[in-house]
């Protein structure tokens, strides 16, 4: 009975959440309902007693990918009338998009995979289960492969968007703390003996 | 303790539960109850503390600096080395007037104080204080602490944006560059804890160093343990690494257009999170509530009826472990000038974030080897 008003709860604010991305012409505000999104379907998943996965959403989307997010969308000064220009001119386009969009999903969701029987109640899973390990378990066994694959392609991407922000060989005027620590009497400071002047 | 909750739970709260939910929700109105009642009992002396450690602060850096600290507010004519006086700065500042500046976005300018509070109170659900007393024993504990350190940079961001105002935003860019760079450090560094203690549970984390002073992890994460501490201390925007607020350059950073009670939510914010962060480093390095004497002397005495709650592991272990890192914090505070920008982000990306890379591997080594007495 908690469940489902908490379910309710969340679910209501999730789908308000995400309208609002849509709708705020704030940038800003645009982000931080997302933010909010992410939360709520976040709560949803560990109704689902999929804490590992809840708790990874929040970790690694509110916690660092949004952060940047905010910090580039605060930076930039984005002026909506112009991006708003071509809204009559792309809606055709995007309506084609919208409903491709809706129909695949309703596919997907009225799939055997998605009856309501398959998903009757909110399992309970018995005590002592431990979903962080058995998904490491089955990430190091079962998908290997795919997980190194993965491992690799982001390595590749890493490695390129560094040499893409290094390619030009920057002028910087920054102190190096090792010269620094290094650095000896002799090399900054020169001691010039030198006679007094005598008196006239 | 145990005996005062039962009695409160038997007396008021089984008749309120009765009272006031339909016959067939009275089981979960009463866990409800029962759930803000233990919530209530952890909050309110962790703000108890957060009260009184920042006129541990004022006292403390005044006898490091020969001065004398706070001495006149005491209670009923008595001066009391001044132990009125947090008290009355709490008075003062819900009697100030909160200024939202004309400018600002007010919605966010008042959500942002909020946002920064609620994860470090938030992230005491997971705290063991005893084998037995924890208010959410999950498997994912370690995680979830994680994820809630992560979001207290939203706090920072939305005040500083929401104020309108360069100075706050340059604090708020400052900290999240900031925050972004050492969360990776303090990540890899829980990752550590993980590693060695073969679960993500909290309380499973301190049984894992339990033996003796030199099981705990702090010996063999000694870098990770240093990592994480240090790491925390830039978390938390603290001396060394306020650039965040930064008197002598961007007046206070983000809370720069903040006053009276919005100002002090993001006072309290900061205190709450140095007290979590050292409670924190009690827990995964110095055995949490287990006592530093296991080991030396025998079972039976630590078990014994009176000498052994005394000496024995309980409460009072955690609550002195935290004192020491809180300790820390402010001596850290008294002792050392503030980090240059691009040295604290040198030392978070090139420094700690490789160390706690190569220290993962070598921790991983030692649990395959089986290294006595850690991973036996």
């Not at chain 2, 990540?187 to 679960?199: I, P, R, T």
């Not at chain 2, 050392?336 to 978070?348: T, V």
């Amino acid at each position: 009975m908690i469940e489902l008003i908490v379910f309710y709860i969340f679910g209501a604010l999730l789908l308000g959440a995400a309208t609002m991305v849509v709708v705020m012409r704030n940038p800003v505000h645009a982000a931080l309902f997302l933010v909010l999104a992410f939360f709520c379907s976040a709560a949803i998943w560990l109704l689902l007693q999929a804490e590992f996965l809840a708790i990874a959403l929040v970790l690694v989307y509110v916690g660092a990918v949004m952060v940047l997010f905010l910090f580039v969308v605060m930076m930039l000064d984005i002026n909506m009338v112009t991006i708003r220009e071509g809204f009559a001119r792309y809606l055709p386009f995007g309506l084609f998009v919208a409903i491709l969009m809706f129909l695949v999903m309703g596919l997907v969701v009225s799939s055997d995979y998605f009856l309501s029987d398959a998903f009757s109640t909110f399992s309970h899973v018995r005590e002592g289960y431990s979903n962080t390990q058995h998904l490491g378990q089955t990430l190091y066994t079962e998908y290997l492969y795919q997980f190194e694959i993965a491992g690799a392609i982001l390595l590749v991407a890493i490695v390129a968007a560094i040499s893409l922000s290094m390619s030009k060989a920057k002028v910087t005027k920054a102190p190096n703390p090792g010269d620094q620590v290094t650095v000896k009497k002799q090399d900054r400071l020169r001691i010039v003996k030198m006679d007094a002047e005598g008196k006239e | 303790m145990e005996a005062i909750y039962q009695f409160i739970n038997q007396q008021l709260l089984m008749p309120m539960s009765a009272m006031m939910f339909p016959a067939d929700l009275q089981a979960e109105g009463l866990y409800l109850m029962q759930t803000s009642l233990k919530v209530m009992a952890i909050l309110s002396p962790v703000l108890f503390t957060v009260a009184y450690f920042t006129y541990a602060e004022r006292k403390i850096i005044g006898f490091i600096q020969g001065r004398i600290g706070p001495n006149r507010v005491g209670f009923f004519g008595f001066k009391l080395w001044g132990l009125g006086q947090p008290i009355a700065d709490a008075v003062k500042l819900i009697v100030k007037e909160i200024v939202i500046p004309s400018g600002a976005n007010k919605t966010l300018f008042v959500i942002a104080p909020i946002v920064s509070l609620a994860p470090s109170l938030a992230a005491w659900a997971v705290v063991p204080f005893d084998d037995t007393k924890v208010l959410a024993d999950i498997n994912a504990g370690l995680l979830y602490i994680l994820a809630l350190t992560s979001l207290a940079v939203y706090g920072v961001i939305i005040a500083g944006w929401a104020s309108n105002s360069k100075y706050a935003f340059l604090g708020a860019i400052r900290s999240a560059a900031q925050i972004v760079a050492y969360e990776i450090a303090m990540g890899f560094a829980l990752v550590g804890v993980l590693v060695a203690a073969g679960s993500l549970n909290l309380g499973d984390i301190v049984m894992a160093q339990s033996g003796s002073v030199f099981h705990w992890f702090w010996l063999p994460l000694l870098p990770l343990f240093l990592i994480y501490f240090i790491s925390g201390v830039a978390e938390t925007n603290r001396a060394p690494f306020d650039v965040a607020e930064g008197e002598s350059e961007i007046v206070a950073g983000f809370h720069v257009e903040y006053g009276g009670m919005a100002f002090s939510v993001f006072f309290m914010a900061e205190y709450a999170n140095m007290v979590l962060i050292s409670v924190l480093s009690a827990i995964m390095f110095l055995g949490g509530w287990l006592s530093p004497l296991q080991g030396i002397l025998p079972e039976s005495v630590l078990s014994s009826e009176v000498i052994g709650s005394l000496i024995g592991p309980g409460l009072h272990w955690l609550l002195i472990k935290t004192s020491i890192f809180m300790f820390f914090f402010l001596w850290l505070r008294a002792t050392f000038p503030r980090y240059r920008y691009d040295q604290i982000m040198r030392l978070g990306w090139k420094v700690f974030i490789p160390i706690t890379i190569v220290w993962l591997v070598v921790v991983s080594a030692l649990v395959v080897a089986g290294v006595p007495p850690w991973f036996d």
